[in-house]
């Protein structure tokens, strides 16, 4: 059941029970019981589909997009304490050239190796080594 569906039976409970109200003001037998039991039932009902409903589509939402890695979220402002594994993949994507693409795969293919770990090798063994400074 969706969510708001699961609302609509909250609703309904709600209604039932300000009738059970009602019918307890102007009457006293079973017909305010009745309808405080239906207003009890409806709501349970409708409050465990709506916490359902809400859990369920948190779960589609985690699923169907990224997660990120705690470390990605608490350091990436400095980013020295993050590790291979706790990058994200958008990190990753780099705009390549065919040509330099091409010659990746080849590098990749003729070493045994997966593209991400030749090019992360090539780049830290060409790239200049500069740290970043702190101003206080």
């Known amino acids: 059941m969706n969510q708001t569906s699961a609302a609509i039976l909250v609703l309904a409970s709600s209604v039932f029970s300000y009738a059970a109200y009602s019918v307890s003001a102007a009457n006293s037998g079973q ?14 009902w409708g409050i465990l589909a709506l916490v359902s409903g809400i859990l369920r589509e948190r779960e589609m939402f985690v699923d169907n997009h990224a997660r990120l890695d705690v470390f990605d979220r608490l350091f990436t402002r400095d980013g020295s304490s993050r590790t291979a594994a706790a990058r994200s993949t958008r990190d990753r994507s780099l705009d390549l050239s065919a ?6 795969n080849v590098t990749a293919e003729m070493e045994g190796r997966d593209r991400a770990e030749v090019l992360e090798e090539t780049l830290r063994r060409h790239l200049p080594k500069y740290t970043k400074s702190r101003v206080a």
């Open 31 to 44: 017909t305010p019981t009745v309808l405080g039991l239906v207003a009890i039932g409806i709501g349970i």
């Open 99 to 104: 040509d330099v693409q091409a010659q990746l």
